[in-house]
C-alpha cells in the first residue's frame, strides 16, 4: 500500500508546454551535446561536439575523414543528447554535411565563438553538419517517460502522445 507521504514525494511531470519551453531554452543556451552516429556492421558512434542552433537546425563541425561523416554520409540520422541523465534533451535527426565554404556566415560566426572555427584549417579538413530535428524527446526522471515526445516527424506536438 502505497502512503500520501510517498505519493507526496513523487515529483509531477511537467506539462507538454513547459517541456517544450525547456527544450527550446536548452537548445539556445547551450553549445555542447553528444552526437551519435552509426553505421551498418560498425556499431554506433559517440562524440562530444559543439553547435549552434538557429531556432530550427543545430550546426555542427568535425573532421572531414572522421568516422562520424563516414557514418552520416552511409546513414544520415544521428542522435544527439543535451543535459546529463537527470534532465536530458534527446534529438533524432536527419543529417547532411556542409562544406566549410558553403556555410552561412552567421553560423559560421557563431560557431567559433563556442568551437574550433574550421575556416581557420586547410580546406578539406573540416566540415559541418546540419542536423535537422525529426524527434525530441525531453524528461528529467521515471515519471516524465510517459509524454516525453514533444516533437514528431519535425513538428512540435500539440498534443501527448506518449
Known amino acids: 500500500m502505497i502512503l500520501d507521504e510517498e505519493l507526496a514525494s513523487v515529483p509531477v511531470p511537467r506539462s507538454l508546454a513547459k517541456r517544450q519551453a525547456d527544450a527550446h531554452k536548452r537548445l539556445e543556451s ?3 551535446m553528444w ?3 552509426g553505421s551498418d556492421g560498425r556499431g554506433a558512434h559517440l562524440i562530444p561536439v559543439a553547435y549552434v542552433w538557429d531556432g530550427s537546425v543545430l550546426y555542427t563541425a568535425t573532421f572531414a575523414n572522421s568516422r562520424t561523416v563516414m557514418n552520416t554520409k552511409a546513414h544520415p540520422q544521428t542522435r544527439a543528447a543535451l543535459g546529463d541523465t537527470a534532465d536530458v ?3 533524432d535527426a ?3 554535411i556542409i562544406e566549410v565554404a558553403d556555410i552561412g556566415d552567421d553560423i559560421a560566426e557563431r560557431y567559433a565563438k563556442v568551437s574550433t572555427d574550421p575556416r581557420a584549417y586547410p580546406e578539406g579538413m573540416f566540415v559541418y553538419m ?3 530535428p525529426r524527434r525530441i524527446q525531453v524528461w528529467n526522471g521515471i515519471h516524465e517517460f510517459v509524454g516525453r515526445t514533444v516533437m514528431v516527424d519535425g513538428r512540435w506536438l500539440e498534443n501527448s502522445v506518449d
Open 94 to 96: 536527419s543529417a547532411s
Open 35 to 37: 552526437l551519435a552516429t
Open 89 to 91: 534533451v534527446m534529438i
Open 130 to 132: 546540419r542536423l535537422h
Open 30 to 32: 547551450g553549445f555542447q
